[in-house]
């Protein structure tokens, strides 16, 4: 069985988490793991 680490998050401002339709009309309480792993791949892009 693979091992797992926690790793909070602390965000300087509000986030919002879309996760239904276009326009992500609704928020959702958990962040995919894909999705937080393009925005580490954008952000370090960005350096």
Do not use: Y
């Not at 300087?12 to 009309?25: A, D, F, S």
């Not at 609704?26 to 393009?38: A, I, K, M, N």
């Amino acid at each position: 069985m693979p091992t797992l680490s926690v790793h909070r998050l602390h965000f300087r401002t509000g986030l919002h988490l879309g996760v239904r339709g276009v326009n992500l009309e609704e928020s959702g309480v958990s962040l995919p793991s894909d999705t937080l792993f393009s925005a580490l791949v954008d952000g370090w892009r960005r350096l």
